[in-house]
T-cell receptor, first 110, second 114 residues
Framework: GQNIDQPTEMTATEGAIVQINCTYQTSGFNGLFWYQQHAGEAPTFLSY????GLEEKGRFSSFLSRSKGYSYLLLKELQMKDSASYLCAVRGNGGFKTIFGAGTRLFVKA | GAGVSQSPSNKVTEKGKDVELRCDPI?????LYWYRQSLGQGLEFLIYFQGNSAPDKSGLPSDRFSAERTGGSVSTLTIQRTQQEDSAVYLCASSLEAHTGELFFGEGSRLTVL
């Protein structure tokens, strides 16, 4: 079967660092994505990992370990506008469909 | 077009009626995806197209749901004999190819079945 797990909710303080974990079991692997979704809006692309290691993009970094079926999204210098849902998604390599986890709702407090 | 365009943005219908939702992907994108998102939930995969072919229809919830894509561009998702549990936001996304590139999402079609 295919399964993507991530925590339901997290709370962090403005200016701090937060790490959102994602574990997955899928039929093949052809890349892992992180998306941000503000309430009532469409998801927007944050990062993509296909090889093991850390990808850094400004305040956001994403890590992948394919052998462990594990990824995390790291958000630094948190801002209030980072309050949103963060969706972990995996693309398979058989049919290439991309499936999403249920998302992690992040609340940033002052 | 500049982005993924979906219509209608909002649709209220009565139980038992048929609805059609439309998606116009980014020009040049060969892969097109349909997802469903219920309130406060994650994205549920419905179907994806590579060109006009649908290699994976495994996510369609029942035979009341169907989708087609013509000319490698616009796609329509049709729900026949709508039920209240069909109420959700239906999101369309496109990518350059199915095996590469990130998904770009439209704003979604919010369906409410009374």
């Amino acid at each position: 079967g295919q399964n993507i797990d991530q925590p339901t909710e997290m709370t962090a303080t403005e200016g701090a660092i937060v790490q959102i974990n994602c574990t997955y079991q899928t039929s093949g692997f052809n890349g892992l994505f992180w998306y941000q979704q503000h309430a009532g809006e469409a998801p927007t692309f944050l990062s993509y990992n296909v090889l093991d290691g850390l990808e850094e993009k400004g305040r956001f970094s994403s890590f992948l370990s394919r052998s462990k079926g594990y990824s995390y999204l790291l958000l630094k210098e948190l801002q209030m506008k980072d309050s949103a849902s963060y969706l972990c998604a995996v693309r398979g390599n058989g049919g290439f469909k991309t499936i999403f986890g249920a998302g992690t709702r992040l609340f940033v407090k002052a | 077009g500049a982005g993924v365009s979906q219509s209608p943005s909002n649709k209220v219908t009565e139980k038992g009626k048929d609805v059609e939702l439309r998606c116009d992907p980014i020009s040049g994108h060969t892969a097109l995806y349909w997802y469903r998102q219920s309130l406060g939930q994650g994205l549920e995969f419905l179907i994806y197209f590579q060109g006009n072919s649908a290699p994976d229809k495994s996510g369609l919830p029942s035979d009341r749901f169907s989708a087609e894509r013509t000319g490698g561009s616009v796609s329509t998702l049709t729900i026949q004999r709508t039920q209240q549990e069909d109420s959700a936001v239906y999101l369309c996304a496109s990518s350059l190819e199915a095996h590469t590139g990130e998904l770009f999402f439209g704003e979604g079609s919010r369906l409410t079945v009374l």
